[in-house]
Nanobody, 119 residues
Framework: QVQIVESGGGLVQPGGSLRLSCAAT????????MSWFRRVPGKEREMVAE???????EYADFVNGRFTISRDNAKRMIWLQMNDLEPGDTAVYYC?????????????WGQGTQVTVAH
């Protein structure tokens, strides 16, 4: 059984920082791309950042250099360092992982962690 668990959300003032963590647990053989998505109230879920096992990364345009995704393959974890947060970053942030037990990977999702940027 696979579990994807996020942590690190909370309330922060505009201009502040938060670091989100995501851990993938279970008896699986391969862990592929891992990603952060978010759902802003009233909008569709959108990709924030993703990272390959080799370390290649991709970011959404709205990140604009403020966020950094990182990964530890041995720990099966990723992080999202978010700096210079804006009220528009208020959302539920979800971690996603592509995991394979045999040949074909499937995507698994965490329950999400709330990030609120406000005074």
């Amino acid at each position: 059984q696979v579990q994807i668990v996020e942590s690190g959300g909370g309330l922060v003032q505009p201009g502040g920082s938060l670091r989100l963590s995501c851990a993938a647990t279970g008896n699986f053989s391969n862990l592929y791309i891992m990603s952060w998505f978010r759902r802003v109230p009233g909008k569709e879920r959108e990709m924030v950042a993703e990272i390959e096992p080799e370390g290649d990364t991709e970011y959404a345009d709205f990140v604009n250099g403020r966020f950094t995704i990182s990964r530890d393959n041995a720990k099966r974890m990723i992080w999202l360092q978010m700096n210079d947060l804006e009220p528009g970053d208020t959302a539920v942030y979800y971690c996603s992982a592509a995991i394979a037990f045999d040949a074909l990977p499937s995507f698994y999702w965490g329950q999400g962690t709330q990030v609120t940027v406000a005074h």
